[in-house]
């Protein structure tokens, strides 16, 4: 839903493998992917499709994981590739 949306509206989605993740000295934030075959991507917003390896927020980022277990009535997940 949100790669259809947000294409209409003038979005580029670009894919590739993520070689290194570049952070702000100061502030940590996410500056620019680089990807494995040199790219680099720069951005305001990255969104992180990289499943349960969260590349970005997790490895990179640190968010942390939060229990909603108490709000969910699932306690599992099931990671499927599907036709884009």
Known sequence: FLRQFS???GVTRVEGK???V???PETGFIE???LADGRRIEGDL???CTGFRGLL???TLQAGYEDWSHWLPTNRA???QTKA
């Open 7 to 9: 294409e209409a509206r």
């Open 22 to 24: 570049h952070q702000h």
């Open 46 to 48: 990255f969104i992180d």
């Open 57 to 59: 927020i997790e490895q």
């Open 78 to 80: 099931l990671a499927v």
């Open 32 to 34: 620019a992917l680089e």
């Open 18 to 20: 993520i070689g290194q």
